[in-house]
Structure formats: structure tokens, C-alpha cells
């Protein structure tokens, strides 16, 4: 049935055989329910009528009390399907002493047997959405848990229709036997499912071996986590609401079918045509409405739809107290609660980790629920004993409770989103500079730099730079000879920020250290106490030669006033430029920075530009730059296409400004431009958008040439626009313009999932054919990457980046929770229309997701090579090629041929040797 159904609803075919066994599952112990309520209540009303009904629902309570608390110890140590699969052996066994019972008129067995299938519906259904939470990752949960509701729903059909039909051969006694039957049915098909699901079991048991070993499972009783959370203190206080409405409701119908029938079997015969008709309408709702209303619009509009019907139907009941009325809100309950609003609260648990999950549920849906309905129960004693207000009245009760449940709907998608969030963001600490004015943070300073390790010690004086803290300057002091060279240099680069700098005793040694980085930091604290002295050992110094001393000197340079004079650094840089040790000219170059432009020691800097070294070339790039030197300028530019350097011309370029963004925007524009020097714009461009107008014409600038043909350029350009998104977080971009790039990306995955699938259609035993499939592979990867990098311009970067990363490295239920974070927070087009490609693992299940949204066609082998051979990705293309020489008969000969006079000397390559190929 599912197989059929897959079509209409959203089941990839991986997943028909796991949600086709939970779907029977829940239908089995669902229908089993559906035959023991209306059983139960007859014989209730029967034996004792509904004014006794509010003190069953409060024995109830107490008594689910006690088993909640049973549960909640040992369920999160239990092996899931052996409990459900033991509990429903162990409640056939209890049906079958009811039934002995009834048959011999034992009294009060209508009270005990209505506490009863009180717990069974309690317990059953919590083991089996416990196991279901268990099986379905969140973003499966969101999708698949609809479906499954339908199947508990089509077991409500079938428990009604059973009761309606044997009552009338069995009376209601014998009903117990086929409930017997079917929770038989339930214990075999839990083993089935277990054997059926048994690596996607292990690989749950793995997420709660991890969970426990990080120390995330919960030690708490379940209170303590509902109080602490307030995303769960929500969903209790849902929780509460919706089970004291259904109680007073409950309450209502009851007591209008109990004045409108005579007999137990009467009663028994309409409660199941009754249950029987109001589920088919909610399992056609379920299967075709709520997978959809919760993908498209989110758990909060799932969540509103049963108390918005509940409102409408209960005044309807107030203004006329009729059985039928009083069927339209019994409808409106258990039709919607079971459909709509049961897959909306599930879902809510999606965002909570699997340990909390197995120790909270089975405690929210029995001892919660339960104590709820209880406190309905003392509600209507109260009400109607108190108030004397009759049955139709007590109406505006529900409508009362209804506006606070309204209320908490729709603060939830809200909660439920950061609850996502939450864990895919991180926190450091920061404004260290108030917390110094607080004695208490003070003392926690004081006792880190005495107690600390290597480690935290630098971490703490990093955190303390450039703050004033008179307080800690002894400590800082003795911590500048440490042993550890980093402490030394962070504690001497502490002190010489300080207002009032100590003068150590010291300064020769310190200015001697090992370490060249500590002893720089002595020297420059040298200088800056004692000017003079400090001075002339820093010539002495600079005058010997060392190159990592040299290194480190230049360091501080960068940071304080300058230590030398411009004679003695233009001698420097004139003396080593053309020394033979690259050292030598990368510290002539990072000298020259030092200088005015147009001293002799500048005018080598284009020379030391071109140096083949690289770490001269970059030392020169940022000389370049930090002078801002003109006749330098084309010359950085020329640098971008040198990869290694790339990053250093980059930073040069910037320090220009704003006054060459247009210069650099014609380059960017020129297609006659070296195609290296243009992929490196784009982000060359960002370096430059520091004020507001800039970046919006950046912005611009970037977005005219998207999509472009060059894939790596049209690549970089959506990178920049990211980098200029996780800069700027205030920017805005064009919703339309993004969604156009997306669009064509999701044509793209579409287009090489259909490639790739048409190449695998054939498995030649070449290596040239593995090679084109992880090309393929990685271009798709690529692809679903720039998908992310757009959404990052619309939506915050840093997390959507954080989702990307989890996606593509994460465990399964790591993967699950970011892509559930995304469907909560992306337009409804990109959650229909987009998501499901990036969701999608397997190049298969691309290209049918792609055939049905954007009409992308099958291929066979040989379509999809020659198509290949032809494709702009100019690596792609060589590699269909190479495939295509080994191909026996050669059938590709004249494709090949006509590709000899390729753009690229690439492609050109691999078509001449495939047809220089035996086999052409």
C-alpha cells in the first residue's frame, strides 16, 4: 500500500520498507484501541452513568502516576521493541481475565476496565512513538511522521468498524477476543520491524553511546528538565491544555450519548460506527493535507488547526446542546487530535537530542497527560457541582482554556527554531573590559594567571590586552619569565600596553631570550621605558643579523612606534635585497614597508615582487600595500594569478581604497582579462567594500556577472557575495536575485544527477569510468555547496554555513537536525523545491526529486556521455573523453573528432589520445 501511496505522499523509495512497518504498527495498536474505547465506555455508562465519570478520570491520573514513575526509571534503559513487543503479550494476557470477568458479572469490572484501557492507551502509544523518535531522524520525522499517523488512523477505521460490525454477532464482551487477536499481531510485527531496521537501530544505539560518553544524557528526573527548558515547559504546558480540553469534551459526548441510548450494545455499536466515520475523514486528511501543511508552513499551523475547530465547534454546542453538535466537537477532538495535532506535537520533539527524548517522553505522555485529565475531572466536579453549570455550559471552559493554547501555538514555531539554532551556534566570552570592574571577576583573573596551565595562562592574557589592570601587574611581571615562551611573550606584549609600563631590571637578558618573538617583546618594552638605553641595544641588535631576531623586531614594528630609524632600515633593505638567501630578501622586503615612497629602498620592492620565492613575493605584496605605492598597484594585480600569492595581493590591493574599485571592476568585466586574475577579483573586490556605498556597489558589481560560464569564476562570485554577507551582516540582498541563482543551481544538480545516472546505467570495468563518476560526484558536491552559499545571503550566514558543514560531515543524526534547522527557517519555495535536492544522498534519488520539480529527463549511457563530451566544465568534459577512447567499437569516433580544435588544451589532450586509441 505504501509502495502505491508513494507518489501521493513524500516517501523516497530507500525509506517505503521502514515507514510501511511503523505505518502497520501504529495501525495495529491503534485499532486495538478503537475496539477497547467504545467497550470501555459503554460498560462504564452502562454499570455506573456519566456523573461518575470525573472521578474515574481522577483514579486514573493517580494510578498513571505511579506507572509514569515506573517508566521513567526504566524505560530509558530498556530495549525498545522487546518492551513494546513484552507489553503487548502482557495486556493480551489482561484482556483475556477481563473477558472471564465480564462473562461472570464480577461488579465494578466496567471502573476497573475504564482505568485499564486508560493505561493501555497511555502506555502502548508512548512505546510506540518512543521507538518511532528512535528509528526517524529529525529531518525524516518532520516528513514521514504524517504518514505514519495515517496508518494509525487507518487502525482507527478498521477498531470502528470492527465493534459496529461484530457487536451485533458477539455482543460487546467478545470484542475483548478480537483485541486479543490483533495485540497478538502487534508483538510479531515489532519483531519483523527490529529485524527489518536493525542498522538503522545500531547506528541510533551509536548517537546514544556518543551522547553518553560527551556527557549529554540526562541524570535529571524529568520535572527537573521540563523546568530548566523552556522549550519543553512548553510543549508540557501544551501538553496540559490539550488533554484538559479533550477531557471536558470527552465529558460532554459522553453524556450526550448516554441520554440518547438505552442499551450497552446500542451504545457500543454507535461509539464504533461513530469513531469509524470520523476517522475516515481524518485518515484522508492525515495522508493528503498534513505532511504538506506541516512542509510548507511549519508545526505552528499544524498546531492551531484543533483549537481553532475546537472554538468553532464548542460555541457551536453551546448555542444548541444537541447529540449532534455535541459529535461535532467529539469530531473535531478526536479527529483532528489524532491527525493534525498528534504529527504537530511529534515533530516538536524533533529538535530534542535522543537521550532527553527516551527519558522525558514516556513521562510527558503518561504522567502529564494523565495528572491533566485528572485535574479536568476535579474541573468538572467543580464546575458542575460548585457552578451548576450543565453540560452544554460547560463549554466555556474549553473556550477558556482555548486562548492560552492559542497563545503558547504561536510562540512555538518561534521556540522551535532556536531550539534548532542553539545547537548549531557557538559562544565566546567577550567585553572583558567591564567585567574588570567587578571585584569578583577580578578574583577570577587573579586566581586563572596563579593556577592556570600553559595554555589557559594565554589564552587569559590575550583575553586581558589592551585592558588597564593595575591590580594584576605583579602577577603579569613574574609571568614574563615563565618557562613557556608564549606566556613570555604574551605577559611582556601585556605589560607594554599598559598606561604605566614597568622598567625591568632586567632588559639585557630578556632581550637575549631564545625565543626571538619574547626577546622582541623585551626589546620593545625596553624602548618604550627607557628610550635611549633601549635605542642603542636595539641597532646592536638589528646590526647582528639573526633572521628570526630580524623577523620578530619587524614584527613589533607593526605595532608600536617605530624602533629604528628610516636610515638604518633603508641600509637594511639595500645591504640583503639581492643576498642569495631568500631570508635575506623577504626581510629586505618587509623592511621596506617602512619607508617613504620614494626612498631608493621602495623602488626595489617590484623587483622583490617578482622574486621566484614566494614568501619574498609576499613580504614585497605587503610593503606594497602598507606604503599604498602606485607604480606597485598593476603590478599586485598581475599577482592574483599566482595562487600562492594570492591571498598577500588580496590584503596590498585593499590598502589602495575605494579609489581603485572601478579600475578593478573593468578588469572583472573584461573577458580578454587572464582568467586567473578574474577568479581572483571577485573577492579582491570585498576586501574593499568598508563603507556602506562601497559595498552595495561591490554588491552590484559581483551579482551583474552571476551566472557566468566560467565555473570556478561564477564560483568565487558567490563566494565574495558570502564573505561580503558574513562581514556585513546587516546587508540585504535581492530575494529575486538570489532565488534566480538558485534556480539555476537547482537545474545544475538536477542536470549532473542525470548525467551520472545515465553514466552509471552502464558499469564497464575501466578506470576511466570511476573517474568520471567522482567527477561527476564532486561537481553535484560543489553544486549543493553554492546552493548553501546563496542561501547564506538571505538567511544568517554562520548558521546555514554550520548546517552545510554538518550536512556534508556530520553523523546521520547530526546531518538530520541541521537539515530540520533549514526547513524552519527557508521560504516554502526552497523548502519544496530546493531542500529536498540537498537532502537527497544518492545521484538516483537527485534525479528523480529533479524529474518531478524541474522536469529533468533520463539518459541513456551513450546520450549521456556524448553530452558530456560537450560540457563547459572543461575537466568533466577531458574525462568523458578519456572514457569514451576506451570504449570498445568506438562508438563516440566522430563526437571525438569533432572536438580536435577544443578551447582547451585539456580537452584537446584527451580527445587526441582517445583516438589515438586501439580501439579508433
Known sequence: MLRSLAGIVDVRPREIRRVGGMFALLGLIIATAYILKPVRSSLFLSEF?????????????????????????????????????????????????FWLAIDSGWPFTGFVFYVWVSIFTAVMPSLFWLLANYIFYANEGRRLFPVVMAGGLLGSILGGAITSFLVRFVETKGLLLSAIVLLIGVGLLVRWNTVEQR????????????????????????????????????????????????????????????????????????????????????????????????????????????????????????????????????????????????????????????AVKTRLKSWLDMFVERTSRGLAGVTILMVTGVFSLSVNEISL???????????????????????????????????????????????????????ADDRELVYVLELLQGVDAPELLERVIALSSHHDANVRRASLRLLRGASTPPELSDFPSRARDPDPGAAAEAMALWVRTNPDEGYRALQTFVREGETGRIDAVLDILDLTEELVTEADIESFVIER?????????????????????????????????????????????????????????????????RRPLRAAARKAIASFGVDRLESLTERLRDEQEDVDIRRALPSTLVELADI??????????????????????????IKALGKLR???PEMRFSRSEVDRLQKREAFELGALA????????????????GLLVRVLEERMEFTRERIFRLWGLIHPPNEVFGAWDRIAKGQPAVRATALEYLHNVLSPYDRTSLLPLVEATSSAEVHEISRKLLGTSRLTFTEALTRLLRHRDYWVAASAATLAGE??????????????????????EAVENALSNNSY
Open 397 to 451: 471552559v474549553v473556550i477558556a482554556l482555548l486562548l492560552p493554547w492559542l497563545a503558547l501555538v504561536v510562540l512555538s514555531q518561534r521556540e522551535y527554531v532556536k531550539t534548532f539554532q542553539d545547537s548549531l551556534s557557538r559562544r565566546d566570552i567577550s567585553d572583558v573590559t567591564s567585567q574588570m570592574n567587578d571585584p569578583a571577576s577580578l578574583s577570577v583573573f587573579r586566581q586563572a594567571l596563579d593556577d
Open 199 to 354: 542498522e538503522r537501530m545500531a547506528e541510533r544505539r551509536m548517537d546514544l553511546a556518543r551522547e553518553e560518553k560527551s556527557g549529554a544524557r540526562p541524570d535529571d528526573k524529568p520535572w527537573r528538565l521540563v523546568a530548566r527548558s523552556r522549550y519543553l515547559s512548553m510543549i508540557a504546558a501544551l501538553i496540559v491544555l490539550t488533554t484538559m480540553t479533550s477531557t471536558l469534551v470527552d465529558y460532554q459526548f459522553n453524556t450526550a450519548v448516554e441520554q440518547s441510548f438505552e442499551t450497552t450494545d446500542a451504545m457500543t455499536g454507535f461509539f464504533g460506527t461513530f469513531f469509524a466515520a470520523i476517522n475516515i475523514v481524518a485518515f484522508v486528511l492525515q495522508l493528503l493535507v498534513v505532511g504538506r501543511l506541516l512542509s510548507r508552513l511549519g508545526v505552528a499551523a499544524g498546531l492551531a488547526i484543533l483549537p481553532l475547530a475546537l472554538l468553532s465547534s464548542s460555541i457551536a454546542f453551546l448555542l444548541f446542546p444537541r447529540l449532534l453538535t455535541a459529535a461535532l466537537v467529539k469530531t473535531s477532538d478526536d479527529g483532528l487530535s489524532n491527525s493534525v495535532n498528534k504529527s504537530s506535537v511529534e515533530v516538536l520533539y524533533l529538535p530534542i537530542s535522543l
Open 692 to 717: 556602506d556605498d562601497t559595498r552595495v556597489m561591490v554588491m552590484s558589481v559581483i551579482m551583474n556577472i552571476l551566472p557566468h560560464s566560467d565555473r570556478r569564476l561564477h564560483y568565487q562570485a
Open 577 to 641: 635585497c639581492n643576498r642569495d638567501d631568500p631570508a635575506d630578501r623577504r626581510l629586505a622586503a618587509r623592511a621596506a614597508g617602512f619607508l617613504r615612497g620614494d626612498s631608493p629602498g621602495v623602488l626595489r620592492l617590484p623587483g622583490l615582487l617578482k622574486d621566484p620565492e614566494i614568501d619574498v613575493a609576499r613580504a614585497a605584496a605587503l610593503s606594497i600595500g602598507r606604503l599604498r605605492h602606485a607604480p606597485g598597484f598593476p603590478l599586485l594585480i598581475t599577482a592574483l594569478s
Open 887 to 908: 570504449l570498445e567499437g568506438a562508438p563516440l569516433k566522430a563526437e571525438l573528432a569533432s572536438l580536435k580544435e577544443h578551447p582547451s588544451e585539456i580537452v584537446r
Open 754 to 769: 542525470s548525467l551520472l545516472d545515465g553514466v552509471k546505467s552502464r558499469m564497464p570495468a575501466l578506470e576511466s569510468h
Open 726 to 728: 558574513t562581514r556585513f
Open 49 to 97: 452513568g456519566s456523573e461518575q465519570l470525573p472521578y474515574v478520570y481522577i483514579v486514573v491520573a493517580i494510578v498513571l502516576g505511579v506507572v509514569a514513575a515506573g517508566f521513567g526509571k526504566w524505560v530509558p534503559r530498556a530495549n525498545l521493541p522487546r518492551l513494546l513487543a513484552g507489553a503487548s503479550y502482557f495486556f493480551a494476557l489482561q484482556l483475556l481475565v
